[in-house]
């Protein structure tokens, strides 16, 4: 029987978390960060966001060194809370991350048709990414590993220079980039920055589905904490590179920038346009060429990581058996793979046909914060339960650092569906209804999926296979 294959290293799964995170999206968000803060101190934001997501990181950590499993996420919730709330949160968490890259899809769309007048609408653009993105993603991990490492390295270096030459070129216009309290600014306006800066690495954790194709059990690890690295390093120089460069009012959309057009949903635009100035056909590649990295390294890890996730669960009877077959030549996940292609192609066209993007980002944020938010408290919970379980790593400073995590996460996930955009409701509409719909799927699909496995011959009852993939047999 063909099985996953252990060839990711640490460096590659870091590349993998830090480009799942690093979205078209981001620069909005980093954008957010800096109007947040007085002058040029958005950068201390997304700093101290990285420390809190460093420390969120260690708790899977210690998870996955715990249960090195492709289930996750999933698992660790069955052994700290039980199985029904386990399945029902795991799907939802898989289902609204892949729906919701409809909207990264769109705005990569959108820069396409944009950048090229006449060209294919913004449909044929979302179709190719996703399709591009399955067919690699089919074909083998060695192949969708080496694609990630190579778009990744190329959109951090070229994001790391082009960062480096506007602060070369217009850092003089700098104003206060060490205090984050000046011109009267409180300590809310802070919090409300680093709320916002937290975001910007959601994604990260992914990669705990990916332990079955680590190269040895500490790559998740260190391949986590890479990718809050790289990606507070690059977070940090490109907010003060953007507020160096160009006015907050025009990043943010609050007024046009000199040429009279408004650029608030791609700032990354403007910004390039005033570090290459004269040397307009080159801003134009280069946004074309940003635009297209930081979505198709989404994708690509998107597909990559979720895809082993959904082969977990079906392989442990919670989603279609169909799900769990491994390709005999590639050694990946195929259905897992076509399946949740399908479902993010559906999904970016619906949001194409009727919009909501935006409602679907609350929806999205909700529910990283809110697992981010569980894994702190399976850390606390199963140091408890199950203190005798080996453990190759352990959080440093629990329970503070536990609790802290816990309570942040929490407390974001309530803060973002209290945001006062109409869009805030609809999200949380779009999570309670996804929530539903597989709290029904628990109670009465998966008793019939296990029920129809037990009947076939050779099967392995339930709980003999939850023992043996503990136990690693």
Not at 18 to 38: C, E, K, N, R
Not at 43 to 65: H, K, T
Not at 303 to 327: E, G, N, Q
């Amino acid at each position: 029987m063909a099985e996953l294959r252990r060839v990711l290293s640490a460096p590659s799964v870091a590349l993998v978390g830090a480009g799942y995170a690093f979205a078209t999206l981001s620069i909005v968000a980093d954008v957010q960060v800096a109007t947040l803060m007085p002058g040029a101190t958005g950068w201390m934001a997304v700093v101290i966001a990285g420390v809190v997501c460093w420390l969120a990181s260690a708790s899977f950590a210690e998870l996955s060194a715990m249960y090195p499993s492709s289930a996750g996420v999933r698992l660790y919730l069955q052994k700290a809370f039980g199985e029904r709330f386990a399945t029902a949160m795991s799907a939802t968490y898989i289902f609204t991350v892949i729906a919701a890259s409809g909207a990264e899809a769109y705005v990569f769309g959108s820069v396409c048709e944009a950048l090229l007048p006449g060209g294919p609408p913004v449909w044929a653009y979302m179709i190719s990414a996703f399709l591009l993105v399955g067919a690699i993603n089919y074909r083998g991990i060695e192949l969708s590993a080496g694609v990630q490492d190579v778009l990744s390295g190329v959109m951090f270096v070229f994001l790391l220079s082009v960062s480096l030459v506007a602060l070369a070129k217009f850092g003089a216009r700098l104003e206060n980039w060490t205090d984050p309290f000046a011109a009267g600014a409180s300590a809310g306006g802070l919090v409300s920055a680093v709320g916002v800066a937290i975001f910007l690495y959601a994604g990260f954790e992914w990669v705990t589905a990916l332990s079955e194709e680590a190269e040895d059990p500490g790559a998740i690890r260190r391949g986590m904490a890479g990718s809050v690295l790289i990606l507070g390093v690059i977070y940090a120089l490109l907010n003060l590179a953007l507020v160096s460069a160009v006015p907050k009012e025009v990043l943010s959309g609050a007024r046009p920038w000199v040429d009279g057009l408004s650029y608030g949903a791609r700032p990354h635009v403007v910004f390039l346009k005033v570090v290459f100035g004269p040397y307009a056909t080159l801003a134009l590649i280069a946004t074309g060429l940003l635009s297209f990295l930081a979505s198709m390294t989404s994708f690509n890890a998107g597909i990559l990581t979720t895809s082993r996730f959904l082969y977990a669960m079906s392989r442990d009877r919670t989603m279609p058996r169909v799900l769990s077959r491994i390709h005999p030549e590639y050694f990946t996940p195929a259905a897992a793979v076509v399946a949740l292609t399908a479902v993010a192609l559906v999904s970016s066209l619906l949001l194409l046909l009727f919009g909501g993007f935006n409602a679907f980002t609350f929806a999205v944020a909700g529910s990283e914060a809110l697992m981010l938010a569980l894994a702190a408290a399976c850390v606390i919970w199963l140091r408890r339960k199950a203190p005798g379980v080996e453990r190759g790593y352990r959080v440093p400073f629990h329970p503070v650092s536990t609790v802290l995590v816990a309570l942040i996460f929490a407390l974001l996930f309530a803060t973002v569906f209290l945001a006062p955009q109409p869009e805030a409701r609809v999200g949380l509409a779009i999570y309670v209804a996804i929530v539903v719909f597989f709290v029904a799927y628990t109670l009465v699909v998966v008793p019939r999926l296990r029920a129809g496995a037990t009947k076939r011959p050779g099967a392995v009852p339930t709980q003999a296979r939850g023992a043996q993939e503990l136990s690693g047999e």
